[in-house]
């Protein structure tokens, strides 16, 4: 449960100065879930780049392949709503991967004003030999968690996307 602003906040006259070294007290976001949620994230990014540093695409460069490879045909603006990422920035991804040979775009007889991405084999070659590496990784970061405990958690990560998804489709509606 998050606390309340008086249990956690510590009236001060200004003049206090946390001591060097010491870590910052943040026991009043260790209990926000977007905060707990966030820095889970962080930090295992900051670990699967310290152990698998392999060059090549970045983490979110290889999970837009991977959703690329298991939609063939997919719209790039379909994929870059369904991912949450800016079409600009979304727009960068996809021209690297393209420069990098590892998809290709193509104009779908339906509607030449689209694109429609898929990927190559090299691409597909590249998900294979990554696969195993990230699976290693995924499995090393949940180690702490039975099997029952993982599959609580992704149930209730999806649980909760599905419902703030929900309320972003609701709040769009009302704009």
Known sequence: ????????????????VAPVGDPPDLTALGGSIGFMVRLVQLQSFQLFYRQFEQG????GALS?????AANPGIRHGVLADAL???????TKVINRLEGD?????????????????????KGLALLAERYDTVRRYQDMMVSVLSPD?????????????????????AASEQE
């Open 1 to 16: 449960m998050v606390k309340s602003a008086a249990e956690i906040i510590r009236p001060t006259d200004g003049s206090a």
């Open 56 to 59: 090549g695409p970045s983490l």
């Open 64 to 68: 837009t392949l991977g959703a690329i």
């Open 84 to 90: 949450m990422v800016k079409r600009p920035n979304f």
């Open 101 to 121: 040979g590892l998809i290709v775009r193509a104009a779908p007889d339906s509607d030449k004003r689209t694109t429609a991405l898929h990927a190559t084999p």
């Open 149 to 169: 405990e993982q599959d609580t958690l992704l149930a209730l990560l999806r649980k909760l996307s599905a419902h703030l998804k929900a309320q972003l489709g």
